[in-house]
């Protein structure tokens, strides 16, 4: 194989991991180290993206791609978040996701309480759709970037005046951690130190973004953190084979995925029969730690059954402007669970999904 086609597959391999466009990705490869052509994050860059990663992905809502994240530029001491355009409640009501992400992420103050959003997150510039992010006292570097008409100094004036009226003061322009953050770590240290402990992974994840699309069948993809362990569930409709086993080869790759082993596994898959034909939703549930000795564990419970959040769902990711390639993959319009939202079954799952 030629120099340059070598350099075309690596650069179509990372982007089945990134989502970045083919000349994002091939400039990124060029004379770099094929053993590493991810790069990995140190401290505190991994703190920062696990932190939005956390915040960011842990689902509740219906976006364009599978977390809400078009794709992600990275370098060893940066990155660039693409954000969807707009985010879906349970009402269908249409948000703008730079918004979202504002809510999500912007340090305020419950004095006596606790800090809401990312403590020690601070804003640093607007150029255009780009918002600059980083951590008191670092040299980290996070760039949200919004839609071209996205107005972020608007958007972070708005919170400021609501915040202020509320009586809970916003930090994300303060230049040293505040008391309130500092009694934040010192009131929660158990939680701190935990998640601490995952961010090489949430890093790691934000980093591939794309796998949730690329690698997996799931429709719908939910994240949260529970003591020292990120944990997923990752639902796939009746009809359409779960392909666990790829996904899992592909997060683990020994050149393009992460370090990690298989701890424990419980799955639900019966090779005589097709997974899918139950009534009941079956999981399959993988628990994977470092293959080194960094701390922190994943597990991932890959779902299977009858419509769970189905119903009606293909239509509201189409609206949101979803690939359909990825839809036709993932909710085919033949499926007989992806029919009308109106339909019995998935109108009594409605609670679920608002909580998806």
Not at 192 to 206: I, T, V
Not at 226 to 243: A, H, K, P, S
Request: aromatic share 8%; with cysteine; proline share 6%.
């Amino acid at each position: 194989m030629t120099s340059g086609g070598r350099l075309q597959q690596l650069a179509r391999t990372r982007q089945l991991y990134t989502g970045e466009p083919f000349a994002v990705a091939k400039n990124a490869m060029r004379g770099r180290n094929n053993l590493h052509p991810i790069h990995s994050s140190p401290l505190p860059q991994a703190h920062l993206e696990a932190e939005l990663f956390a915040k960011l992905c842990g689902g509740g809502q219906w976006w364009a791609h599978p977390l809400g994240l078009s794709h992600v530029q990275s370098t060893t001491k940066s990155a660039v978040v693409h954000l969807d355009s707009h985010t879906t409640f349970g009402s269908g009501t249409p948000y703008a996701r730079s918004s979202h992400a504002l809510d999500q992420l912007l340090p305020s103050a419950e004095p006596g309480v606790q800090v809401n959003g990312v403590v020690g997150l601070r804003v640093v510039g607007i150029d255009g759709s780009d918002l600059h992010l980083t951590l008191v006292d670092s040299e980290c570097h996070v760039v949200l970037r919004g839609i071209p008409e996205t107005d972020w100094a608007e958007a972070l004036d708005e919170r400021k005046r609501r915040y202020e009226r509320a009586e809970a003061p916003p930090l994300w322009q303060q230049s040293k951690l505040t008391s309130f953050e500092e009694a934040h770590i010192r009131d929660y240290p158990e939680t701190w130190k935990a998640e601490r402990g995952l961010d090489w992974l949430g890093s790691a994840l934000l980093r591939r973004i794309a796998i949730f699309q690329t690698f997996s069948t799931a429709y719908s993809t939910r994240s949260w953190i529970t003591g020292d362990e990120w944990i997923f569930e990752l639902d796939t409709v009746r009809g359409i084979r779960l392909e666990h086993d790829v996904f899992l080869r592909r997060l683990m790759d020994p050149v393009w995925g992460l370090p990690l082993r298989t701890e424990r596994r419980h799955c639900s898959c019966r090779p005589e029969r097709e997974l899918g034909d139950s009534r009941f939703t079956l999981q399959c549930t993988y628990n994977l730690v470092h293959s080194g000795r960094n701390r922190g564990g994943l597990q991932l419970r890959f779902r299977h059954g009858p419509r769970v959040y189905a119903g009606g769902t293909r239509s509201k990711l189409e609206a949101l402007g979803s690939p359909i390639r990825w839809l036709d993959r993932v909710l085919p319009g033949h499926s007989p669970d992806v029919g009308s939202p109106s339909d019995a079954f998935g109108s009594a799952w409605s609670t679920a999904e608002e909580s998806h």
